[in-house]
């Protein structure tokens, strides 16, 4: 009922800069939180950045400083802007939304996820 669909990831050189995207879209009447998290081989899934309807944020500690994340409720989109990449930030990243239905359900969705490769 509801989809994400991330967009932004792909290869960068260190230091190097992305901005990853993702819409979510379907029988949404509101949303809570979005987040992006990422997983690299043989580790588990972790946080990376977090924003609430208010607009507060949290950060991995590895990527604070160096990315931001905003959202436009309006598109019910979020972005996650990384700056000074290096090559540890490779990893799969996903969208994580979570909200209301229209209805009155609860909801958790996750995006298909992006490649960040940061390699020379």
């Known amino acids: 009922q509801v989809q994400l669909v991330e967009s932004g990831g792909g290869l960068v050189q260190p230091g190097g800069s992305l901005r990853l995207s993702c819409a979510a879209s379907g029988s949404i009447f509101s949303i809570n939180a979005m987040g992006w998290y990422r997983q690299a081989p043989g580790n588990e899934r972790e946080l990376v950045a977090v924003?609430?309807?208010?607009?507060?944020?949290n950060y991995a500690e590895s990527v604070k400083g160096r990315s931001t994340i905003s959202r436009d409720n309006a598109k019910n989109t979020v972005y996650l802007q990384m700056n000074r990449l290096k090559p540890e930030d490779t990893a799969v990243y996903y969208c994580?939304?979570?909200?209301?239905?229209?209805?009155?359900?609860?909801?958790?969705?996750w995006g298909q996820g992006t490649q960040v490769t940061v390699s020379s």
């Open positions: 994580y939304v979570r909200g209301t239905l229209v209805g009155g359900s609860l909801f958790s969705s």
């Open positions: 924003i609430t309807t208010l607009s507060s944020t």
